[in-house]
Protein backbone atom coordinates (compact mmCIF):
# COMPACT_ATOMS: atom_id res chain seq x y z
CA UNK A 1 0.00 0.00 0.00
CA UNK A 2 1.04 3.58 -0.74
CA UNK A 3 3.45 5.39 2.12
CA UNK A 4 1.33 7.91 4.73
CA UNK A 5 2.77 10.99 3.14
CA UNK A 6 1.99 10.34 -0.48
CA UNK A 7 -1.67 9.46 1.22
CA UNK A 8 -1.31 13.01 3.08
CA UNK A 9 -0.91 14.51 -0.05
CA UNK A 10 -4.06 13.25 -1.93
CA UNK A 11 -6.11 14.34 1.12
CA UNK A 12 -4.78 17.68 0.45
CA UNK A 13 -5.52 17.32 -2.94
CA UNK A 14 -8.81 16.61 -1.75
CA UNK A 15 -10.07 19.32 0.12
CA UNK A 16 -8.71 21.78 -2.40
CA UNK A 17 -11.37 20.26 -5.00
CA UNK A 18 -14.21 19.83 -2.17
CA UNK A 19 -13.32 23.33 -1.13
CA UNK A 20 -14.51 24.65 -4.69
CA UNK A 21 -18.44 24.13 -4.89
CA UNK A 22 -19.87 22.10 -7.67
CA UNK A 23 -23.12 21.62 -9.21
CA UNK A 24 -23.85 18.85 -6.19
CA UNK A 25 -22.94 21.73 -3.88
CA UNK A 26 -25.54 23.78 -5.45
CA UNK A 27 -27.99 20.92 -5.71
CA UNK A 28 -27.42 20.55 -1.77
CA UNK A 29 -28.18 24.14 -0.94
CA UNK A 30 -30.91 24.51 -2.92
CA UNK A 31 -32.66 21.29 -1.34
CA UNK A 32 -31.68 22.69 1.63
CA UNK A 33 -33.07 26.24 1.76
CA UNK A 34 -36.28 25.16 -0.25
CA UNK A 35 -36.67 22.17 2.50
CA UNK A 36 -34.77 22.87 5.44
CA UNK A 37 -31.55 21.34 6.88
CA UNK A 38 -32.71 17.78 7.48
CA UNK A 39 -33.24 17.32 3.75
CA UNK A 40 -30.35 19.14 3.14
CA UNK A 41 -28.61 16.87 5.41
CA UNK A 42 -30.16 13.76 4.09
CA UNK A 43 -29.64 14.80 0.41
CA UNK A 44 -25.78 15.18 0.96
CA UNK A 45 -25.97 11.43 1.98
CA UNK A 46 -27.63 10.04 -0.59
CA UNK A 47 -24.85 12.19 -3.15
CA UNK A 48 -22.19 11.22 -0.93
CA UNK A 49 -23.18 6.72 -1.74
CA UNK A 50 -23.63 7.68 -5.34
CA UNK A 51 -20.37 9.13 -5.35
CA UNK A 52 -19.21 5.54 -3.51
CA UNK A 53 -20.33 4.03 -6.07
CA UNK A 54 -18.87 5.66 -8.54
CA UNK A 55 -15.31 5.27 -6.72
CA UNK A 56 -16.46 1.06 -6.57
CA UNK A 57 -17.02 0.99 -10.16
CA UNK A 58 -13.97 3.11 -10.76
CA UNK A 59 -11.41 0.84 -8.24
CA UNK A 60 -12.73 -2.48 -10.05
CA UNK A 61 -12.48 -1.03 -13.72
CA UNK A 62 -15.99 -0.33 -14.57
CA UNK A 63 -16.45 3.03 -15.09
CA UNK A 64 -13.29 2.60 -17.47
CA UNK A 65 -15.68 0.25 -19.69
CA UNK A 66 -18.36 2.51 -19.24
CA UNK A 67 -16.09 6.02 -20.37
CA UNK A 68 -14.60 3.92 -23.03
CA UNK A 69 -18.55 3.69 -24.80
CA UNK A 70 -19.31 7.23 -26.03
CA UNK A 71 -23.15 6.20 -26.40
CA UNK A 72 -23.19 4.65 -22.69
CA UNK A 73 -22.04 8.09 -21.43
CA UNK A 74 -24.24 10.25 -23.00
CA UNK A 75 -26.85 7.88 -21.82
CA UNK A 76 -25.76 8.65 -18.43
CA UNK A 77 -25.37 12.33 -19.22
CA UNK A 78 -29.19 12.97 -20.56
CA UNK A 79 -30.54 10.55 -17.92
CA UNK A 80 -29.05 12.61 -15.47
CA UNK A 81 -30.12 16.21 -16.79
CA UNK A 82 -34.04 14.87 -17.96
CA UNK A 83 -33.99 13.45 -13.82
CA UNK A 84 -32.70 17.17 -12.69
CA UNK A 85 -35.09 18.66 -14.93
CA UNK A 86 -38.18 16.27 -13.62
CA UNK A 87 -37.45 17.44 -9.91
CA UNK A 88 -37.19 21.10 -11.12
CA UNK A 89 -40.94 20.95 -12.67
CA UNK A 90 -42.32 18.76 -10.31
CA UNK A 91 -41.20 21.73 -7.97
CA UNK A 92 -42.79 24.53 -9.27
CA UNK A 93 -46.02 22.39 -10.11
CA UNK A 94 -46.25 21.45 -6.64
CA UNK A 95 -45.98 25.28 -5.72
CA UNK A 96 -48.30 26.16 -8.20
CA UNK A 97 -51.16 23.67 -6.55
CA UNK A 98 -50.44 25.13 -3.09
CA UNK A 99 -49.88 22.59 -0.23
CA UNK A 100 -52.23 19.37 -0.87
CA UNK A 101 -49.62 17.83 -2.85
CA UNK A 102 -47.18 18.45 0.49
CA UNK A 103 -49.35 17.11 2.52
CA UNK A 104 -49.73 13.68 1.17
CA UNK A 105 -46.49 13.79 0.68
CA UNK A 106 -45.72 14.40 4.03
CA UNK A 107 -47.69 11.78 5.35
CA UNK A 108 -44.78 9.68 6.13
CA UNK A 109 -41.79 11.25 7.35
CA UNK A 110 -39.47 8.03 6.82
CA UNK A 111 -41.24 7.65 3.51
CA UNK A 112 -40.37 11.44 2.88
CA UNK A 113 -36.33 10.61 4.33
CA UNK A 114 -36.16 7.79 1.27
CA UNK A 115 -37.42 9.94 -1.20
CA UNK A 116 -34.51 12.62 -0.25
CA UNK A 117 -31.59 10.69 -0.09
CA UNK A 118 -32.85 8.57 -3.40
CA UNK A 119 -32.71 12.26 -5.25
CA UNK A 120 -29.61 12.90 -3.78
CA UNK A 121 -28.38 9.59 -4.82
CA UNK A 122 -29.27 9.47 -7.99
CA UNK A 123 -28.52 12.94 -9.21
CA UNK A 124 -25.03 12.21 -8.15
CA UNK A 125 -24.86 7.87 -9.74
CA UNK A 126 -26.32 9.88 -13.02
CA UNK A 127 -23.58 12.81 -13.09
CA UNK A 128 -20.59 11.51 -16.34
CA UNK A 129 -18.72 14.25 -14.45
CA UNK A 130 -17.93 11.90 -11.48
CA UNK A 131 -16.94 9.11 -13.51
CA UNK A 132 -14.44 10.85 -15.63
CA UNK A 133 -13.27 13.26 -12.67
CA UNK A 134 -12.36 10.01 -10.87
CA UNK A 135 -11.01 8.17 -13.62
CA UNK A 136 -8.47 10.96 -14.03
CA UNK A 137 -7.57 12.04 -10.74
CA UNK A 138 -7.16 8.86 -8.80
CA UNK A 139 -4.52 7.62 -10.86
CA UNK A 140 -2.18 10.24 -10.29
CA UNK A 141 -1.60 8.48 -6.72
CA UNK A 142 -1.39 5.11 -7.40
CA UNK A 143 1.72 2.99 -8.48
CA UNK A 144 1.96 -0.69 -9.48
CA UNK A 145 4.91 -0.87 -6.68
CA UNK A 146 2.81 -0.02 -3.84
CA UNK A 147 0.73 -3.58 -4.41
CA UNK A 148 -2.80 -3.88 -5.67
CA UNK A 149 -4.10 -1.14 -8.43
CA UNK A 150 -7.71 -2.36 -7.53
CA UNK A 151 -7.03 -1.94 -3.89
CA UNK A 152 -5.09 1.77 -4.32
CA UNK A 153 -8.10 2.75 -6.26
CA UNK A 154 -10.36 1.67 -3.85
CA UNK A 155 -8.94 3.38 -0.45
CA UNK A 156 -8.27 6.63 -2.25
CA UNK A 157 -11.59 6.69 -3.96
CA UNK A 158 -13.60 6.44 -0.33
CA UNK A 159 -11.33 8.89 1.01
CA UNK A 160 -12.24 11.00 -1.55
CA UNK A 161 -16.00 10.28 -1.35
CA UNK A 162 -15.53 10.56 2.34
CA UNK A 163 -14.59 14.22 2.39
CA UNK A 164 -16.54 15.25 0.12
CA UNK A 165 -19.22 14.13 2.29
CA UNK A 166 -17.72 16.04 4.79
CA UNK A 167 -17.59 19.02 2.96
CA UNK A 168 -21.71 18.78 1.42
CA UNK A 169 -22.77 18.07 4.94
CA UNK A 170 -20.97 21.74 5.68
CA UNK A 171 -22.77 23.30 3.04
CA UNK A 172 -26.48 21.78 3.90
CA UNK A 173 -25.42 23.06 7.66
CA UNK A 174 -25.10 26.32 6.68
CA UNK A 175 -27.81 26.48 4.35
CA UNK A 176 -30.02 24.95 6.71
CA UNK A 177 -29.17 27.83 8.90
CA UNK A 178 -29.71 30.61 6.63
CA UNK A 179 -33.51 28.88 5.28
CA UNK A 180 -34.32 29.05 9.24
CA UNK A 181 -33.83 32.40 9.29
CA UNK A 182 -35.76 33.13 5.98
CA UNK A 183 -38.67 31.03 7.41
CA UNK A 184 -38.58 33.18 10.88
CA UNK A 185 -41.38 35.79 11.02
CA UNK A 186 -42.98 36.95 7.70
CA UNK A 187 -43.60 32.50 7.29
CA UNK A 188 -42.42 31.06 4.34
CA UNK A 189 -41.96 32.96 1.01
CA UNK A 190 -42.84 31.78 -2.33
CA UNK A 191 -39.66 32.22 -3.91
CA UNK A 192 -37.58 29.96 -1.56
CA UNK A 193 -39.45 26.93 -2.63
CA UNK A 194 -39.16 28.47 -6.50
CA UNK A 195 -35.83 29.69 -6.74
CA UNK A 196 -34.50 26.17 -6.13
CA UNK A 197 -36.93 24.43 -8.48
CA UNK A 198 -35.54 27.04 -11.46
CA UNK A 199 -31.94 25.94 -9.98
CA UNK A 200 -32.73 21.84 -10.85
CA UNK A 201 -34.14 23.12 -14.15
CA UNK A 202 -30.91 24.98 -15.20
CA UNK A 203 -28.72 22.51 -13.91
CA UNK A 204 -30.28 20.61 -15.55
CA UNK A 205 -29.71 22.11 -18.95
CA UNK A 206 -26.68 22.53 -18.05
CA UNK A 207 -25.62 18.53 -17.69
CA UNK A 208 -27.24 17.69 -21.03
CA UNK A 209 -25.03 20.72 -22.86
CA UNK A 210 -22.12 20.15 -20.74
CA UNK A 211 -19.03 19.00 -22.57
CA UNK A 212 -17.25 15.76 -21.55
CA UNK A 213 -14.40 15.67 -23.88
Known amino acids: ?4 SQWLVFIGACLALVAVPGPAVIFIVARSVSDGLRVGLVTAAGIGLGNLTHAIAAAFGVSAVVASIPWAMDAVRYLGAAYLIYLGLRGLLARSKGNEGATKEESSLKSKRRSD ?92 FAELG
Open 1 to 4: MFEL
Open 117 to 208: FAKGYFVALLNPKVILFLLAFLPQFVSQADGEFWLQLLVLGCSFVFIGWIGDSTWALLAGSVSARLRKGAGERAWVKVVPAVVFIGLGIMTA
